[in-house]
């Protein structure tokens, strides 16, 4: 008997289709449909950004669940609600910042100023130069903190320092000579 023939003997048509096998164009899903809390911690983490692999990571759970998770109506209206909800804070704080920046900037010139009489007059010299690098910055005059890739390297002698020394009491930067380490 070849193989049609035995076929023919099993499966001779009257049966019908072989209802076991399913069509490879199909594709099982499963569609969430009350959230537990899995699929609410799946969701907070869709919120915050982070990838269908790094979720089912950290949560311990296949990224297909993830994925069916994500794809899922419920979800997807959830995560628009959520969305809406942090737009929502995200302009109350933009609000927020725009009524108390004239009260932080007054704040920040007093401190700049140092004072008397003004909260500034407590501020450290430390403090107050922070605080105008920190106004350079934003006005555009970043101050450099990396190093350029020049390397300046000098050696001194004892006359060069003393020479340093003169010159610093001459222009008035040291006013007691004694504030200058010795070398």
Do not use: C
């Not at 869709?46 to 296949?62: H, P």
């Not at 920190?134 to 060069?160: E, I, K, T």
């Amino acid at each position: 008997m070849n193989k049609s023939a035995v076929a023919m003997k099993y499966f001779d048509g009257d049966r019908g289709p072989d209802l076991r096998r399913r069509d490879r164009g199909v594709r099982k899903t499963f569609e969430v449909s009350e959230m537990w809390e899995v699929h609410k911690e799946i969701t907070r983490l869709l919120l915050l950004g982070y990838k269908n692999v790094e979720i089912a990571e950290r949560l311990g759970v296949s990224e297909v669940m993830v994925s069916y998770t994500r794809n899922s109506k419920v979800v997807e209206d959830k995560l628009e609600i959520m969305e809406g909800a942090r737009d929502a804070d995200t302009v109350d704080l933009s609000r927020e910042i725009k009524i108390k920046a004239p009260i932080a900037l007054a704040l920040l010139e007093d401190v700049l100023k140092g004072e008397e009489g003004t909260i500034g007059e407590l501020a450290s010299p430390a403090l107050r130069v922070k605080t105008a690098e920190n106004w350079m910055d934003r006005a555009g005059y970043a101050v450099n903190r990396g190093n350029s890739g020049v390397q300046l390297h000098a050696h001194f002698d004892a006359q060069d320092i003393l020479e340093l020394k003169k010159r610093a009491l001459e222009s008035g930067v040291v006013i007691d000579a004694e504030e200058v380490v010795d070398a």
